[in-house]
């Protein structure tokens, strides 16, 4: 099985947080990609970052695609571009977001999320509206750290995030903890020995979620709103999309 786990920022040393911690958890035979966009925002924080963000997810899907991939895992807690690139293949695509939130509400009744900064809280909330999971979560927080402060200032930032789901456990009566990030992908054993809850860290969850959809003999719907989108012309400098044949 090739799983194609799509970093959507530009920051290598994330990409790299992200893969080896996919395959930490990878069964024995699954062989993980970890990849990047050649251009593009180097942290993703934003409605802005994640826009420009969808365009190098949709040319790492395509990419994947002429190398026979079995699913594509989208390492952003935002999910950038999820239905377009579901709609570029047969493969199962999953976002580390929603498969977070199904994990979580497989363990527990009500789970927080830990997010890195305040505006991204909003991001996630509308996601919880989303995809229907409003109602397991009790709240909402931010450690206040930039995304890239995972990488440039690892103990600091892990610092915060620990004290941001202590007080999680203490005032939101809570079963489980949701990690708001795909740089925090290698964190999960720490936070969750220090706080002493359930810790659901979306990259990992997804690389377990993807292989029981790939096992199952199950892949993207091309019926409905997630068929191939219809070959058309593009101009400027979407030209190379004009007349995608794609089966």
């Given at each position: 099985m090739h799983i194609r786990v799509i970093n959507p920022n530009t920051t290598q040393a994330m990409t790299d947080t992200i893969g080896e911690a996919a395959r930490a958890v990878a069964s024995p035979g699954t062989h993980i990609t970890a990849c990047q966009?050649?251009?593009?925002?180097?942290?993703?924080?934003?409605?802005?970052?994640?826009?420009?963000?969808?365009?190098?997810?949709?040319?790492?899907?395509?990419?994947?695609?002429?190398?026979?991939?079995?699913?594509?895992?989208?390492?952003?807690?935002?999910?950038?571009?999820?239905?377009?690139?579901?709609?570029?293949?047969?493969?199962?695509?999953?976002?580390?977001?929603?498969a977070a939130f199904h994990m979580a509400s497989l363990i527990s009744t009500r789970f927080s999320i830990v997010t890195t900064l305040p505006r991204t809280m909003i991001i996630a909330e509308h996601l919880l509206e989303s995809y229907g999971f409003s109602h397991n979560c009790r709240r909402i927080r931010a450690a206040d750290i930039p995304v890239l402060d995972l990488e440039e200032h690892p103990d600091r930032a892990l610092e915060l995030i620990i004290e941001e789901c202590l007080r999680a456990k203490r005032e939101d009566n809570i079963g489980a903890i949701v990690l708001g990030c795909g740089g925090m992908a290698d964190l999960?054993?720490?936070?969750?020995?220090?706080?002493?809850?359930?810790?659901?860290?979306?990259?990992?969850?997804?690389?377990?979620?993807?292989?029981?959809?790939?096992?199952?003999?199950?892949?993207?719907?091309?019926?409905?709103?997630?068929?191939?989108?219809?070959?058309?012309?593009?101009?400027?400098?979407?030209?190379?999309?004009?007349?995608?044949?794609?089966?």
């Open positions: 966009p050649k251009s593009g925002p180097v942290s993703i924080e934003s409605h802005f970052d994640e826009a420009v963000s969808v365009m190098g997810v949709i040319e790492e899907v395509l990419a994947g695609e002429r190398e026979g991939t079995d699913a594509y895992i989208i390492a952003c807690f935002g999910d950038p571009g999820i239905y377009a690139a579901r709609e570029l293949t047969r493969a199962p695509v999953i976002g580390i977001a929603e999960t054993p720490k936070i969750s020995e220090a706080v002493g809850l359930p810790v659901v860290e979306g990259v990992t969850a997804a690389i377990k979620l993807a292989e029981a959809v790939v096992g199952l003999g199950l892949g993207t719907s091309k019926f409905g709103d997630l068929a191939f989108p219809r070959p058309k012309p593009f101009v400027g400098r979407f030209e190379s999309y004009s007349n995608l044949k794609l089966e």
